[in-house]
């Protein structure tokens, strides 16, 4: 066959004289017509016919250029020649590197020269008539590289074909491989300007039959046209994937080759692939402009528009989108590449356009598609949530507002879009529920072990949780209903972390009951297939507040959201008990774990995060064991929270705004006092203890009408009176107040003032209204008194609250031991050198050893009149107020000393000593330390004159020094259920009631309704 193609080339003289004349400048003699036969025969046959040996391969090849030189019409026979030649240097070059020696470097080197002289010739024919030579050179060079590239593939020296560097070096050092690219580089560059596409088909053929051998091929060629390669590459894969798509559907038969029966579009993929390392940019553009001009209406062509370009055939056009999805299916990475800039190509205009395109197309053809886009959305690994976005903004009805610039779709587009999103979600949900298939087959391995399908879509989207829940919670009509599926889909696929995050973000975020419900439903989809999920949601909650990754704003909102959730127990308990109560028992026990990691928040320098605060802890369960130290600093923190919060109420009334807040939180401070109160013992009295050093504190001694004092008890000068003169510490000791006191002895001295200077300066200090006092102090008692009341120490919940007592009017008793604690506390703040053994009274002469000491007391009770308060709820918890027997000595005798030097002729005149001594009277009657007839003295105190008042507070001195103030003349009365005392034991009253009979009888004119009260 090749004999008669050669002969008849020769025959044909025309065609023959128009190539030689193109070549009479050749450097090397024309042939005569005898030579020229016998260089044919030579060729054809192998043999010399002049000398009639066989050629060697060298001299044949030689041959094989010397006709191609002067016979260009024999170039197919030559060509097809000449791939021997190439294989045969392309062998003995990797035999001699796998050898590493020179047995087969003259056979190398031989044929070299031959190639070199070759690539002369064919390079001197494209630039001579690139029309005639291009083509039929680029295609038996690409061919040929890919021939040689996967027949010694499997070569020792050959790197594997996925190290594409390693192959490009070896190749390219080959003489033969370095030949044959340079030659298709020259035929691509001169058929740039009138016929790109063939080139580019024949690589694209080879490729498809010699990957992935020959992709260091096409690498190389793309680097070095990139923009051409990636625009011809795409132009030739759309009309492949045309002509296949025709031909399936019967409309249109392609006659070609075999190669152009194999679908290109994998060749595609892969070269595409190969530039987008260095050329993604170039890709992407592209790509998206492809996909624009498929959907610009058709235009006549341009004058320097090529004739073949697919823009100008309208059955290109609508496979272009098909095409490009079909394309981003086969590859992950392309589709990621213009994903992003897509989604923002994607305006309401070219929408629209894309619906026109997408109109015409079949039924089953549009669904495919539809099909393909949500496999693709699926697959994609990174721009989900702006593919999302787009999704749920476009497909939102017209109705709702949408945020941002994105104005609103046309409906066909909507419907489209909501149609897409239906779908997605459809595959999403299966994918998620069917991944770990066959898992369950093999009972020893079971379905956490086994491999589990990635999703990518989800994958990406699980680091934008806490932005999904933001768009969930807007509550959009039927977009947030897909988001609250999206993302129980999310957490259910990434697992209990990611269904952690979500709740914990939507606890987060939600702004009120509606928002909040879908924290409940989001927590009913998942505790189906999740346990514990309450607990570790709640745990990352408080791992934020560690890390103060919330602003004030969150923060108060969660600790809001956390205590509506508790609350709402309380619907179960009047008959609405429901999915709501589940999660709310369980946030209930799981903040109950954490709350020490709560109680510091507290003291939050936002009122509104402590406010917060405090209502969570007074709703939620307390647990039912806890660290000492972790109780002891949430008593604290409580107690100081509460002091906070009477603050915070009196300056809401100062500057007129709304108290409702500030109501609550001490009403939420109060309930959580109580409830720590009746948790233990130890929580009790701490909570008791610092209940009282607070109010007796010199910051807080205001909000209950008091003032600060120094050591001595004396008010403080304000700063504005005795200016800061600087420190010095020979002033400091020579200042009375420093020195130490010996109480009782001859250095017991008064200071008065100093000589000279004349009194100390007594200040007005700025009191509080007597309105807001009252409140506080009874505020203040309130809290002492539930404190003191809580009969179950071991709950949660003080039982005299949830049960009340069986008379309306009737007091709550006072537990004798919390009483205890509070009279304790009161004598050590106000009297701290008191032995607690100082229980009996001594005579009334023995107060003059005590001077200092009781003027201390009078003046601690003068600067802080809720002692007096205080006084009364202990003198409740009999027998309680024994244990303040010192301080209760210190201000009688203080009160006797100023009634004795008193020259008034009314007791009136001295409203503070006359109130003083009433409620002192009347807490020791309330206590039982006096009987009722000495216990009502005090109702004659404001008709007497100061005198007569001192001989009635001796006479209750001298009862209480005979009849000392001891815990064990108390018993207890099981009826009562009180500490009660049997005067009778204690001798005659008689002797001690004479001096009252006595100023009766004086001033029965004023005192005569009073007497039936001292009657024995």
């Known amino acids: 066959m090749l004999k008669d193609q050669t002969m008849s080339v020769v025959l044909d003289g025309s065609p023959l004289k128009a190539m030689q004349s193109s070549h009479t400048h050749s450097p090397q003699t024309a042939l005569s017509s005898q030579e020229l036969s016998q260089e044919i025969k030579s060729f054809i046959n192998g043999i010399d016919t002049v000398q009639g040996r066989k050629l060697s391969v060298r001299e044949h090849a030689r041959c094989a250029v010397r006709l191609l030189r002067s016979v260009p019409a024999c170039r197919g026979a030559v060509l097809e020649h000449l791939r021997g030649v190439y294989d045969e240097h392309v062998s003995a070059f990797l035999y001699n590197l796998e050898t590493e020696s020179d047995a087969s470097s003259a056979v190398s080197a031989n044929l070299e020269d031959i190639i070199q002289e070759v690539h002369g010739v064919l390079s001197e024919f494209i630039c001579l008539n690139p029309r005639a030579w291009a083509p039929l050179v680029s295609t038996w060079a690409v061919d040929l590289l890919g021939q040689l590239s996967s027949k010694h593939a499997g070569r020792r020296v050959a790197p594997h074909s996925s190290s594409l560097n390693e192959l490009l070096q070896l190749w390219m050092s080959c003489a033969a491989t370095r030949s044959l690219m340079e030659a298709y580089s020259q035929c691509l560059a001169a058929m740039l300007a009138w016929c790109p596409d063939g080139c580019v088909n024949a690589l694209l053929d080879t490729s498809v039959q010699h990957s992935p051998h020959f992709d260091w091929v096409v690498a190389h060629i793309g680097s070095a046209f990139p923009g051409t390669i990636i625009s011809r590459v795409l132009a030739c894969g759309?009309?492949?994937?045309?002509?296949?798509?025709?031909?399936?559907?019967?409309?249109?038969?392609?006659?070609?080759?075999?190669?152009?029966?194999?679908?290109?579009?994998?060749?595609?993929?892969?070269?595409?692939?190969?530039?987008?390392?260095?050329?993604?940019?170039?890709?992407?553009?592209?790509?998206?402009?492809?996909?624009?001009?498929?959907?610009?209406?058709?235009?006549?062509?341009?004058?320097?528009?090529?004739?073949?370009?697919?823009?100008?055939?309208?059955?290109?056009?609508?496979?272009?989108?098909?095409?490009?999805?079909?394309?981003?299916?086969?590859?992950?990475?392309?589709?990621?590449?213009?994903?992003?800039?897509?989604?923002?190509?994607?305006?309401?205009?070219?929408?629209?356009?894309?619906?026109?395109?997408?109109?015409?197309?079949?039924?089953?053809?549009?669904?495919?598609?539809?099909?393909?886009?949500?496999?693709?959305?699926?697959?994609?690994?990174?721009?989900?949530?702006?593919?999302?976005?787009?999704?749920?903004?476009?497909?939102?009805?017209?109705?709702?507002?949408?945020?941002?610039?994105?104005?609103?779709?046309?409906?066909?587009?909507?419907?489209?879009?909501?149609?897409?999103?239906?779908?997605?979600?459809?595959?999403?949900?299966?994918?998620?529920?069917?991944?770990?298939?066959?898992?369950?087959?093999?009972?020893?391995?079971?379905?956490?072990?086994?491999?589990?399908?990635?999703?990518?879509?989800?994958?990406?989207?699980?680091?934008?949780?806490?932005?999904?829940?933001?768009?969930?919670?807007?509550?959009?009509?039927?977009?947030?209903?897909?988001?609250?599926?999206?993302?129980?889909?999310?957490?259910?696929?990434?697992?209990?972390?990611?269904?952690?995050?979500?709740?914990?973000?939507?606890?987060?975020?939600?702004?009120?009951?509606?928002?909040?419900?879908?924290?409940?439903?989001?927590?009913?989809?998942?505790?189906?297939?999740?346990?514990?999920?309450?607990?570790?949601?709640?745990?990352?909650?408080?791992?934020?507040?560690?890390?103060?990754?919330?602003?004030?704003?969150?923060?108060?909102?969660?600790?809001?959201?956390?205590?509506?959730?508790?609350?709402?127990?309380?619907?179960?308990?009047?008959?609405?008990?429901?999915?709501?109560?589940?999660?709310?028992?369980?946030?209930?026990?799981?903040?109950?774990?954490?709350?020490?990691?709560?109680?510091?928040?507290?003291?939050?320098?936002?009122?509104?995060?402590?406010?917060?605060?405090?209502?969570?802890?007074?709703?939620?369960?307390?647990?039912?064991?806890?660290?000492?130290?972790?109780?002891?600093?949430?008593?604290?923190?409580?107690?100081?929270?509460?002091?906070?919060?009477?603050?915070?109420?009196?300056?809401?009334?100062?500057?007129?705004?709304?108290?409702?807040?500030?109501?609550?939180?001490?009403?939420?401070?109060?309930?959580?006092?109580?409830?720590?109160?009746?948790?233990?013992?130890?929580?009790?009295?701490?909570?008791?203890?610092?209940?009282?050093?607070?109010?007796?504190?010199?910051?807080?001694?205001?909000?209950?009408?008091?003032?600060?004092?120094?050591?001595?008890?004396?008010?403080?000068?304000?700063?504005?009176?005795?200016?800061?003169?600087?420190?010095?510490?020979?002033?400091?000791?020579?200042?009375?107040?420093?020195?130490?006191?010996?109480?009782?002895?001859?250095?017991?001295?008064?200071?008065?003032?100093?000589?000279?200077?004349?009194?100390?300066?007594?200040?007005?200090?700025?009191?509080?209204?007597?309105?807001?006092?009252?409140?506080?102090?009874?505020?203040?008692?309130?809290?002492?008194?539930?404190?003191?009341?809580?009969?179950?120490?071991?709950?949660?919940?003080?039982?005299?609250?949830?049960?009340?007592?069986?008379?309306?009017?009737?007091?709550?008793?006072i537990n004798a031991e919390a009483a205890k604690v509070v009279a304790v506390t009161l004598v050590e703040n106000v009297c701290p050198d008191v032995a607690n053994g100082e229980l009996s009274w001594p005579p009334e002469e023995h107060a003059r050893t005590t001077v200092e000491r009781d003027i201390h007391i009078r003046r601690c009770f003068e600067a802080h009149p809720v002692l007096f308060p205080l006084l009364q709820v202990v003198a409740a918890g009999r027998p309680a107020l024994c244990y303040c027997s010192a301080v209760l000595r210190g201000l009688l005798a203080t009160l006797l000393a100023h009634w004795e030097a008193s020259r008034e002729m009314l007791s009136t005149d001295y409203p503070w000593h006359l109130q003083a001594s009433c409620l002192l009277v009347s807490c020791m009657g309330e206590g039982q330390l006096l009987p009722p007839i000495l216990a009502n003295v005090h109702e004659a105190f404001p008709h007497l004159t100061p005198f007569e008042v001192r001989l009635l507070l001796l006479a209750v001195w001298e009862y209480v020094r005979g009849n000392g103030p001891m815990p064990q003349k108390f018993v207890f009365s099981s009826e009562k259920g009180l500490f009660c005392r049997d005067f009778s034991r204690d001798g005659d009253v008689a002797r001690y009631v004479a001096p009252i009979h006595s100023v009766l009888h004086k001033n029965i004119d004023r005192l005569g309704h009073l007497c039936w009260r001292f009657q024995l």
């Open 238 to 813: 759309l009309k492949d994937f045309c002509s296949h798509g025709a031909k399936d559907q019967g409309l249109m038969v392609m006659v070609g080759d075999k190669g152009s029966r194999v679908p290109k579009i994998g060749s595609v993929v892969g070269i595409l692939g190969h530039l987008a390392v260095h050329h993604s940019a170039s890709i992407r553009k592209e790509l998206l402009r492809m996909f624009q001009e498929s959907l610009s209406p058709s235009s006549p062509l341009s004058p320097t528009s090529s004739s073949t370009s697919w823009e100008s055939s309208p059955q290109h056009r609508r496979a272009a989108v098909p095409f490009l999805l079909q394309l981003a299916a086969m590859s992950p990475n392309l589709f990621g590449a213009v994903s992003a800039e897509l989604v923002e190509l994607l305006r309401p205009p070219v929408l629209l356009q894309l619906q026109a395109l997408l109109q015409g197309l079949p039924r089953e053809e549009l669904d495919n598609m539809l099909g393909l886009a949500v496999h693709l959305i699926s697959q994609s690994p990174s721009g989900g949530s702006r593919v999302l976005r787009f999704l749920a903004d476009t497909a939102t009805p017209a109705s709702v507002i949408i945020s941002g610039p994105t104005p609103s779709p046309h409906e066909g587009v909507r419907e489209g879009c909501d149609r897409l999103l239906q779908m997605l979600l459809l595959h999403l949900h299966k994918l998620v529920f069917n991944r770990s298939d066959g898992a369950e087959v093999n009972s020893h391995h079971p379905a956490s072990s086994q491999p589990q399908r990635v999703i990518p879509f989800l994958e990406e989207l699980q680091s934008h949780v806490g932005e999904l829940c933001a768009e969930t919670l807007r509550l959009e009509r039927k977009r947030h209903l897909w988001l609250h599926q999206l993302l129980c889909l999310l957490s259910v696929y990434g697992g209990p972390s990611v269904a952690t995050e979500a709740l914990c973000q939507l606890l987060t975020q939600a702004h009120n009951p509606e928002e909040l419900a879908l924290a409940w439903q989001l927590h009913t989809t998942l505790s189906s297939c999740m346990a514990g999920l309450i607990p570790a949601a709640v745990a990352r909650c408080v791992a934020q507040i560690h890390t103060h990754t919330l602003g004030p704003r969150k923060l108060k909102q969660l600790l809001l959201n956390l205590a509506t959730v508790i609350q709402s127990q309380d619907e179960e308990r009047r008959g609405a008990a429901g999915v709501q109560s589940s999660m709310a028992i369980q946030v209930g026990s799981a903040v109950s774990g954490h709350l020490h990691d709560f109680g510091p928040l507290l003291l939050h320098g936002d009122s509104s995060v402590s406010h917060a605060t405090v209502r969570l802890l007074s709703c939620s369960p307390l647990p039912r064991t806890s660290s000492p130290a972790h109780l002891l600093l949430l008593s604290r923190a409580a107690v100081t929270h509460f002091f906070m919060a009477l603050r915070r109420r009196v300056e809401g009334g100062k500057v007129g705004r709304d108290g409702g807040q500030a109501a609550e939180a001490v009403n939420c401070s109060v309930l959580l006092l109580s409830r720590l109160a009746a948790y233990s013992p130890l929580t009790l009295k701490a909570v008791l203890q610092q209940l009282v050093e607070g109010s007796l504190h010199k910051g807080n001694a205001g909000l209950f009408g008091g003032q600060i004092a120094d050591m001595s008890g004396a008010p403080l000068p304000s700063p504005s009176v005795s200016p800061d003169i600087g420190a010095s510490l020979l002033d400091i000791n020579c200042r009375f107040g420093n020195i130490v006191n010996f109480s009782g002895s001859v250095w017991s001295v008064f200071h008065a003032g100093v000589i000279g200077k004349g009194l100390k300066v007594r200040t007005d200090t700025q009191l509080l209204d007597p309105s807001g006092v009252m409140q506080n102090v009874q505020t203040l008692l309130t809290v002492v008194v539930q404190c003191c009341s809580s009969s179950g120490l071991n709950g949660s919940i003080s039982s005299s609250r949830l049960s009340p007592p069986s008379e309306p009017d009737e007091p709550l008793p």
